[in-house]
């Protein structure tokens, strides 16, 4: 997610000499100065330095440990941190940031890696309009953004867009193989699922795009569409679906609690 920020905000304007990469691994220190022409070293507190707003994109339980080793520099600095740090709450952060150092929460998404990701974000009182202004104009280069009113609504926002894509992935994969068991060819089959998942999101994007509206334009009663349908309501698809949502919502809680590991790697811009 990080590599997908850099990117989207070379693409939005801002210039590689604005952002400074914080990377604890060579080859991807390296891999980010070929591509991106930006400034990428293993020193997280060399890589914040002058920042005023700090990404942090790093798995859950090491959100605390990177954050803790840079406090003393933003007590000098007071940037903006917005982490992408799934299920770690802004108490964490900013308990591990130091007093005054206001905390944005974001939850992108896969898509992000093409321009075309969705971000929840949310923000306690203390973070300033400018501030959630910014934030909002990192995460926009890589996609749309959605505010949320509390911290529990992003472990929901996790659970429907944070991990959606893999939901989407894993239906059409399902559909290509029992096409393919109906006697396609498994190329045919696969291309078939995934270019019907593909414009099926675009009409979903339309400006009037509702999302039942759709699906009631393509069920022609005592048509296929329907026989299909009927199928998966009889087997509780939509029970199937709450249960998966509500499953991930959880496992979003529950990383909210995971203990901390020691392992850096700090996105900055």
Known sequence: MGRALVGGLLRSGTRPEQLSVGEHDA????TLGRDFGVSACADNAQAAADASVVVLAVKPPDAVATLTALA???????????????????????????AGVAVVRAMPNRPALLGAGITGLYAAGDVSPAQ????????????????????????VVTALSGSGPAYFFLLAQLMAEAGERLGLEAPAAQRLASATLYGSGLLAQAADADLKRLRAEVTSSGGTTEAAV????????????????????????????????TAPGLRIS
Not at 78 to 98: D, F, I, M, N
Not at 136 to 147: H, I, K, N, P
């Open 27 to 30: 080859a991807a220190r390296a």
């Open 72 to 98: 003393d520099l933003f007590a000098r600095q007071r940037p903006l941190v917005v982490s992408v740090a799934a299920g770690v709450r802004t108490a964490t952060l900013k308990g591990a940031c130091g």
């Open 132 to 155: 959630r202004a910014s934030a909002q104009g990192v995460l926009g280069c890589v996609g749309e953004t959605v505010w949320v009113p509390s911290e529990e609504a992003l472990d």
């Open 230 to 261: 009927r199928v998966l309501e009889g087997a509780d698809l939509r029970g199937i679906v709450a249960a998966a949502l509500a499953a991930a919502a959880q496992r979003s809680r529950e990383l909210a609690t995971a203990t901390p590991g």
